[in-house]
């Protein structure tokens, strides 16, 4: 079995309502999927994260590395993620759009390799964790306190055991909406709070200290991804867990992220991080020092959710899963069976060969970008 043409895609969506977070405001959603075909027909399907610049990760894929995928065998899916990743390190491209690109590239493998022996990835990995898996609601984003309260209580009543707020909007307005929101959801929901690297040490410290006795699961992302020893300072200064890593790349950089940031939960995005491949290494890192992985999910399509639930549901040390309730298009139009939450607030492993998952061309069509 080889590998016989390797071609991208691009995905955008507006969004009915715009998702404000600190720092940033999207108004649209893309995606840019990678597509691998052997020489035996089958197709397996990927995705990048894709924030900006959709097309330079469309072209990292058929220009810098499918020269390396073409007439490979598949399923030496590790020997393939060595090479493509040496290829631009020694040109000094280890992180970013590079290893996002690898990334759609391995869930893809990983998808092809599924189809071809009919088995979800999560069984070729040795299942762990059963289907459906624990979630959480991630986000609400930033809106006015009193729909912020309604939006947490309506999301208690779907059966979610934990929600996530976004804050950064100031601290005495994060505080009064995080104590707004426990006051009307009680000690029987999980609360996360997420400041998407809007703090710097000294805020995120007095927030940090705020939070302690209002029985907060994490804080996440509280300071820039390259302030390790801002991490390492909050982490021992505080009681509250310090989660982080959707901005972090390979297992290099989560081994600098646990052993001199100290954080207390992970969090790979399956879709930046490396893949699956690369993700599985991150988590078996973390599992040596004892810290649980919250994979994340974030803006993105149903094809790299379905990529993270296939991991998780292989992962020991896996904790819970990010289900992104707002809004988006690519998540919630591009299949023809869109994976649903089930009433108690927990989410299905889909259990097709590969990441499970049928995309829906027709819906797919009307996403599609055209190259510039």
Known sequence: MKISEVKSRVLCAPLREPWKIANATMSKMYATLVYLKSDSGLVGVGECLTRLAPFALANIVEEVLAPILLGRDPFVVERLWEEMYGVMRARGHSKGFMIEAISGVDIALWDLIGKTLEQPIH???????????PAYASSILFKEEKAMVEEAEGLAEAGFSGIKLKIGMGLQQDLANVRSLRRALG???????????????????????????????????PLPPEDLEGYAMLSQALDLPIAAGESEFTRYGFRELIGKGKVDVIQPDVARAG???????????????????????GASSAVSIAASLQLSASLPNFLTFEYMYAPNPLREEILVAPISLTSDGRVPVPSGPGLGIELDERRLEKFTLGKS
């Open 187 to 221: 000690d029987g929901i999980e609360l996360m709070v997420d400041a998407n690297c809007g703090y710097d040490r000294i805020f995120a410290l007095r927030m940090g200290r705020e939070l302690e006795g209002m029985g907060i699961s994490w804080m996440e992302e």
């Open 123 to 133: 069984r070729l990995l040795g299942s762990y964790s059963s289907s459906p898996l």
């Open 275 to 297: 893949g699956i491949t690369e993700c599985r290494r991150i988590a078996a890192l973390a599992s040596a020092y004892g810290i649980p992985c919250a994979p994340h999910t």
